[in-house]
């Protein structure tokens, strides 16, 4: 609500925002401001040293780390379109592949946050 008010006094009243966007990352510090319980969620490529497969395995067994991280971004409550970065269509589809998997219960996203919190 706090922002539907600043967006309406910045704009005399009249205003046309619908949506927020925000940069979320499991790995990048720091957190990005308003991201929440520190939840920062989104692939990078240095997921790889940070997020093994271990870790990635919070999320769904098997999945790589980069996909682990992109579906915990999806996870995310109040996250309703998840904006991404690809080199080529192969990258693409990894990432859409991602998304695309149920998401994960409040629970698994706390133990995920915690272990990360824990490094």
Do not use: W
Request: hydrophobic residues 50%; glycine residues 8%.
């Amino acid at each position: 609500m706090e922002l539907l008010v600043l967006a309406a006094e910045a704009a005399g009243g009249r205003y046309h925002m619908v949506a927020v966007r925000l940069p979320i990352s499991l790995v990048m510090t720091p957190p990005a401001p308003g991201a929440g319980d520190g939840l920062r969620v989104a692939a990078r490529r240095r997921t790889a040293g940070i997020v093994d497969q271990e870790l990635a395995d919070l999320t769904r067994p098997g999945l790589p780390s980069a996909q682990a991280c992109v579906l915990a971004v999806a996870s995310c409550p109040g996250v309703t379109d998840v904006l991404f970065a690809a080199s080529g269509a192969p990258h693409r589809k990894v990432a859409a592949n991602a998304v695309a998997q149920p998401c994960l219960a409040p629970a698994e996203l706390r133990e995920i946050t915690g272990v990360l919190a824990s490094l």
